[in-house]
């Protein structure tokens, strides 16, 4: 019988993701499809950088707002013809992480970069208004 890595962890699925528990999750599971993330932040203004090594057009990122969640989501395609997948650690397909910040930004002051597998977003604060907007990225490649 082959033993694989994840089978432990199922008599504790049901109690590691209820409500209080599920807050710890992100510390103890794998990542699997969520980008890695760092939040960075000064007085009224925060930089995001999420870790998307792989992406070819910034097309394939998407990126929006809702009050205090940065919502990145996109797709990452890795082909190397003639060779066929026997392991993986770097995940492949689509991707979405919801990353929720200290306070809510402003949709229409947002700015967006994409460099050397580094997504930089930096957002400022915003003092009123519930609007959600999709912010363009620049290609810096």
């Known amino acids: ?37 760092n939040i960075y932040e000064s007085r009224n203004e925060l930089l995001c950088t999420v870790f998307l090594p792989g992406i070819e057009s910034v097309d394939d990122i998407r990126l929006n707002i809702h009050d205090n969640v940065l919502e990145v989501s996109g797709v990452l ?17 689509a991707f979405k992480r919801a990353i929720e910040l200290p306070f809510s930004v402003r949709k229409d ?10 997504l930089a977003v930096h ?3 915003l003092f009123s208004s519930k609007n959600s907007q999709t912010i363009l990225i620049k290609d810096e490649e």
């Open 1 to 37: 019988m082959e033993f694989h890595s994840n089978e432990w962890k199922k008599p504790f699925k049901s109690i590691f993701e209820d409500e209080f528990w599920g807050k710890f999750n992100n510390y103890f599971s794998e990542v699997g499809n969520e980008p890695r993330v």
């Open 77 to 93: 395609n890795l082909d190397f013809s003639g060779f066929s997948l026997i392991h993986e650690e770097q995940h492949q397909g």
């Open 109 to 118: 002051k947002v700015e967006a970069s994409y460099k050397r597998g580094i």
């Open 123 to 125: 957002l400022f604060r």
